[in-house]
């Protein structure tokens, strides 16, 4: 059977906490030129690009292509300059998992908000990017539903077949829906931004505090 994973990055790859988004929110501050400009502002499941179209709305700044590649080489310079610190950490045992899943017949994704570059700077100081060919990232849809679409086009494409079977590993209720609308199963995992009764209302396929429990005689793949 072909089974594409599809992984979330923030609060489920990585430790999810005040820390992960500090080169963003950076970014953010010296484009507009003022500081705290994200202060309030919820994050979790939304796309990077969504994130600060909000912000400019709120500062009255006006949008343009200008504007975003100007946004994306400070970005960019944030990231390198925080590559070294220890900002970004691994979430629970997920390199373990990772480990695990690299000796079965499963194919790896992601499906994040997060830019891609963001993403790629998140993953490699893990040194985790390399398992993930494929994904959908902030730049390829503003809501999460066309990023996942287009992640599981773009998988397709990149293995050449259509899957019997897709999972979505995330944190938060978003991803849930998210699985729904692409009629894939889902895992949530409680370590990030949604409680494990607001994951229960949405009745996922599977609900976990820790990787290993995907790990046992009963694994899903
Ligand atoms: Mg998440």
Redesign the pocket.
């Known amino acids: 059977m072909s089974i594409m994973i599809f992984f979330?990055?923030?609060?489920?790859l990585i430790a999810?906490d005040e820390r992960t988004d500090i080169p963003y929110a950076e970014a953010v501050d010296e484009l507009i030129g003022r500081e705290n400009t994200m202060k309030g502002i919820n994050t979790?499941?939304r796309s990077d690009h969504d994130v600060l179209l909000e912000v400019l709305r709120r500062f009255g700044v006006a949008y343009s292509e200008y504007l975003w590649k100007k946004f994306l080489k400070i970005y960019e310079e944030k990231l390198e300059s925080y590559r070294e610190t220890d900002v970004w950490r691994p979430n629970a045992d997920a390199l373990e998992y990772l480990d695990y899943l690299r000796l079965r017949q499963v194919q790896l994704g992601l499906i994040s908000g997060e830019l891609k570059i963001g993403a790629r700077y998140k993953l490699e100081k893990l040194g985790i990017w390399k398992y993930f060919p494929v994904g959908g990232f902030g730049e390829d849809g503003l809501r999460r539903f066309d990023i996942a679409e287009n992640a599981l086009k773009k998988a397709e494409l990149h293995f050449g077949t259509r899957f019997q079977r897709v999972y979505i590993i995330?944190?938060?209720v978003q991803?849930i829906r998210t699985a729904r609308h692409l009629g894939a199963k889902v895992v949530s995992i409680t370590t990030?931004?949604n409680s494990r009764s607001e994951l229960l209302l949405l009745k996922p396929d599977h609900l976990i505090d820790r990787f290993a429990e995907l790990m046992g005689e009963d694994a899903p793949f």
Do not use: M, P, Q
Request: aromatic fraction near 0%.
């Open positions: 979330d990055v923030n609060g489920t999810r979790s499941a995330g944190d938060t991803d990030g931004s």
